[in-house]
């Protein structure tokens, strides 16, 4: 059933609305998700199913998609900050957060080849005082692995206030200046002006959402130089041609701007450093 008011527009019974949001605020794996993002795909779902228990079961469906599939619901957040402080240098901060980051699917795709990674990234770039991170997951704590200057500036966000609350905890302990937001990128790009921005693996899964997110947001950030990331295999190792259809779609997205783009490849990743004019 479609709920449409008299002008032809969607509208969505707010008995419904209140019985999806109740039933997703109960689970400890939605509760922690960005209300906003939340309540904006309990109400596309709700306008597409013919009960509030369907349109439930939809969007807990849609958040293991966009969120739910590369992270788990409970995480150690207080155990890892101790264990943050416990590291008596930077040798041993780097081997908890390697550890940490083992936890998120995408960041553990990129641990084998992390000093490359971002030794490839900077390689051309001019020295970097200030970072955002999009859809972040738990990126930022590969920060001590960036060639970053001096007191540079770390800005992260994603739709988890815990993982958002944790990293903003981390990031202090580990040195580095900057600030953590609990938001839902495909609706609210960052206004944050920085040297660097960071868009890893992130533009497919927002596109989920809306399928212009990806474009919008590229256009939105208030960046010198982007690196946007795809995966070149799906979350069970498969490649499928993957590397091409994606390259293929960044073109797309950029097409008619004026921008230098350099392009890496590794193992899992396609990446594409963007030098925005």
């Known amino acids: 059933?479609?709920?449409?008011?008299?002008?032809?527009?969607l509208r969505v019974p707010t008995d419904a609305l209140e019985v999806v949001m109740a039933a997703l605020a109960a689970s400890p794996k939605y509760v922690d998700v960005a209300p906003d993002l939340v309540r904006r795909l309990a109400v596309g779902e709700i306008a597409k199913r013919r009960t509030a228990k369907e349109a439930t079961k939809a969007t807990k469906?849609?958040?293991?998609?966009?969120?739910?599939?590369?992270?788990s619901p409970s995480l150690p957040y207080a155990r890892w900050l101790a264990d943050l402080r416990?590291?008596?240098?930077a040798v041993a901060q780097r081997a908890v957060c390697t550890a940490i980051m083992a936890n998120h699917t995408s960041m553990r795709e990129r641990l084998p080849f992390l000093t490359d990674f971002y030794a490839a990234i900077f390689a051309?770039?001019?020295p970097i005082h200030s970072v955002l991170d999009v859809a972040?997951?738990?990126?930022?704590?590969a920060a001590l692995w960036m060639p970053l200057a001096?007191?540079?500036?770390?800005?992260?966000?994603?739709?988890?206030?815990?993982?958002?609350?944790?990293?903003?905890?981390?990031?202090?302990?580990?040195?580095?200046?900057g600030q953590t937001t609990w938001a839902d990128a495909s609706v609210t790009p960052p206004r944050t002006a920085v040297d660097l921005a960071f868009v890893l693996k992130a533009l497919p899964t927002l596109e989920q959402l809306d399928r212009d997110a990806g474009r919008r947001l590229l256009l939105r950030i208030d960046a010198r130089y982007l690196v946007v990331s795809f995966p070149r295999q799906s979350l069970g190792g498969r490649q499928k041609g993957m590397s091409a259809f994606y390259e293929a779609h960044f073109q797309e997205l950029i097409v008619d701007q004026p921008w230098d783009v350099r392009r890496l490849t590794f193992p899992t990743e396609l990446v594409f450093i963007i030098a925005k004019r």
């Open 124 to 126: 051309d770039l001019p």
């Open 86 to 89: 416990a590291a008596p240098d």
């Open 136 to 141: 972040c997951g738990l990126h930022p704590l």
């Open 61 to 71: 469906e849609k958040l293991h998609q966009i969120g739910g599939a590369f992270l």
């Open 1 to 9: 059933m479609r709920f449409v008011n008299r002008k032809g527009k």
């Open 150 to 177: 001096p007191g540079a500036a770390y800005h992260a966000s994603d739709i988890y206030g815990s993982m958002m609350g944790f990293l903003g905890e981390a990031l202090g302990v580990l040195g580095i200046a």
